[in-house]
């Protein structure tokens, strides 16, 4: 399960969906929590998650479910009061990861917004630009990126604007803005070469598409990768594709990234606690 970074606090990201609980205990309470998830409504979530912790105590998965939630659910309220610029980016990015695990776009949308004000920079604008482009606001995409001058766009905002071009029947134009992977560095992350994915295998470019989807899940946390293998084989632009052996040997690819030992993540860069430990320093 992936791993996300709340202001001062570490915890698990539990894919609502991906596991049932089974008859009985606790499991009807913990779907009931997924199911109002879904739909957005967290105070129902937090309450059927703390139902079927204490129907089954002893199930990590529902304690860390309930934590989780109910911390997403407190964050969502306190946001717009927190004064401290980095403590609300945190915030900002901690609601962002989530709501974008958990498909909850529309929630996604106003914080993305606001921090695309606040701080609007190209790394903002990408994430902004994910948002909308899930939400098939293809032409606020277009509009966004192009407050941007191309030579300092990203290769990850240019994908993304690539895939609105191409969904507004710019197919030249979205072709000019795929950067091919191997000239992209791997500091980019893996939500740049999903994109760079998306957009070569909307442009019919397999080659591509395998060597970027490759990269995308090479870089992805492993406590993250099985949940990444079924959002890939999920995106419709893969569809086409998705039953071809070459396919299915790239979704297999593992994880190259580093685990380390005192959080689950990958470096301290980003870690609230960096500055207390000597890997920090």
Known sequence: M????LPGISVFIVLAGTAWAGPGGGGEAFDRG????ARADFDAAVEAFQAAVRAEPENQEFMQTFALVRQIRDLRESIGDEPDPLRWRQSAAALHAFYAEHGLYGESLPVD???YDRVPSVESAALLAETLLALDRDDEVIQLAGKIEPKNRTPHLNALLGLARFRSGNKAEAAASL????LISADAGPSCFLAVARLAASLGDTKTTLAA???ALELTH?????A????VDGTAEFASMAGTPEFRAVLATSSKVHESSCSGGSSC???????QCSGGK
């Not at 997924?34 to 998830?37: D, E, F, V």
């Not at 950067?179 to 191997?182: A, G, I, Q, T």
């Open 269 to 275: 860069g980003s870690c609230p606690k960096r500055a």
């Open 222 to 226: 492993p406590g993250r990768i099985e």
């Open 2 to 5: 992936p791993r996300v970074i």
């Open 113 to 115: 917004r606001k921090r």
């Open 213 to 215: 989807l490759q990269r």
């Open 228 to 231: 990444e293998r079924k959002r």
């Open 34 to 37: 997924n199911a109002a998830l």
């Open 179 to 182: 950067v091919p992977p191997e």
